[in-house]
């Protein structure tokens, strides 16, 4: 179940939107770019920088995708929710053109719901 409350401007979100948040955020956040979370990002955003192919692109999501699983298992005593847990994220598209790249993403959790998502277009130049 997705909930999402609207307070004026605020929106809190949960369920697979929620975890699809925070697989955005720990994909393209820097390891150790939050002081207040050294554990939680990954280097696939300064690989993405340096992928000159779509093969590339796919190999760099294999190594961040091992690693956000990681985190997101350890985080799984904090919530017993299987809408906001993790059982996997796919890169199913590559777009690499003009300088610009765009990612197509699944995100599944674990009561076994899909959330499809498209990245903006990053430019890589």
């Known amino acids: 179940m997705s ?3 609207h307070i004026q401007s605020l929106t809190a979100t949960s369920g697979i939107k929620r975890l699809a948040q925070r ?3 720990e994909l393209f956040t ?20 340096n ?9 760099a999501f294999a190594a961040a995708r ?5 985190i997101f298992k350890s985080d799984e005593k904090y919530t017993q929710d299987k809408n906001e ?3 996997t994220v796919k890169l199913d598209r ?7 790249i765009v990612l197509l993403l699944t995100i599944v959790n674990k009561a ?5 998502l498209e990245t903006p277009a990053l430019m890589l130049e």
């Open 51 to 59: 992928c000159k192919s779509e093969f590339e692109v796919y190999v």
């Open 85 to 87: 847990l993790l059982a």
């Open 112 to 116: 076994k719901k899909a959330i499809q």
């Open 23 to 25: 697989v955005v955020f």
């Open 66 to 70: 091992s690693h956000i699983k990681r």
């Open 30 to 49: 820097e390891r150790d770019s939050v002081s207040y979370l050294p554990q939680h990002g990954c280097s696939f955003i300064t690989h993405l920088y």
């Open 94 to 100: 590559v777009i690499l053109a003009d300088g610009k």
């Open 3 to 5: 909930t999402d409350i």
